[in-house]
T-cell receptor
């Protein structure tokens, strides 16, 4: 069974810093990987989707990379802002199912 | 609609009762997923519909859980004889299977509390 791990579980940074969130998965046979953010008491908002044939995707201040062979993905956030504070989740699609990590709780301090 | 909607947003029920949770996906999305999320955890897959049929229901925890999608749009998750351990946020997501992309769009969830 696919297992997804996210490190660190929590992260606190001052405003303006660049940061990296990590996601690892145990089985490299994936179709794609998706990064989400979740605000307290809310649903998930899609940030970036990387197909298995791609190496990275970018959207604004966000850049996600995928190294399928090593079972790793990173989400890079540039020039962090207090509004970036949320829980960030990664999910991999294997077969019909998506497997989620437990998330990284990010706090950006003004 | 503009996004995935779920009703009710909150549901409190007594142990042993029956509940139904509704999901209205983005118009035109053929794939629909149900997840369950406990506090501090990532969403856990329950069931996946492709059109009207359940393509994968391997995540349903037991036979008290059942889901339908009779017309290939709205889906209902049904839980019989609820237990306190069923308390969680139930999330629904939909996808448009375009060019092999399975990008998921989530609803706000239904918070179920079993007392």
């Amino acid at each position: 069974k696919q297992e997804v791990t996210q490190i660190p579980a929590a992260l606190s940074v001052p405003e303006g810093e660049n940061l990296v969130l990590n996601c690892s998965f145990t089985d490299s046979a994936i179709y794609n990987l998706q990064w989400f953010r979740q605000d307290p008491g809310k649903g998930l908002t899609s940030l970036l989707l990387i197909q298995s044939s791609q190496r990275e995707q970018t959207s604004g201040r966000l850049n996600a990379s995928l190294d399928k062979s090593s079972g790793r993905s990173t989400l890079y956030i540039a020039a962090s802002q207090p509004g970036d504070s949320a829980t960030y989740l990664c999910a991999v699609r294997a077969g019909n199912q998506f497997y989620f990590g437990t998330g990284t709780s990010l706090t950006v301090i003004p | 609609g503009a996004g995935v909607s779920q009703t009710p947003s909150n549901k409190v029920t007594e142990k042993g009762k029956y509940v139904e949770l509704r999901c209205d996906p983005i118009s035109g999305h053929t794939a629909l997923y149900w997840y369950r999320q406990s506090l501090g955890q990532g969403p856990e897959f329950l069931i996946y519909f492709q059109g009207t049929g359940a393509a994968d229901d391997s995540g349903l925890p037991n036979d008290r859980f059942f889901a339908v999608r009779p017309e290939g749009s709205v889906s209902t998750l049904k839980i019989q004889r609820t237990e306190r351990g069923d308390s969680a946020v139930y999330l629904c997501a939909s996808s448009l299977l375009k060019l092999g992309s399975y990008e998921q769009y989530f609803g706000p969830g239904t918070r179920l509390t079993v007392t």
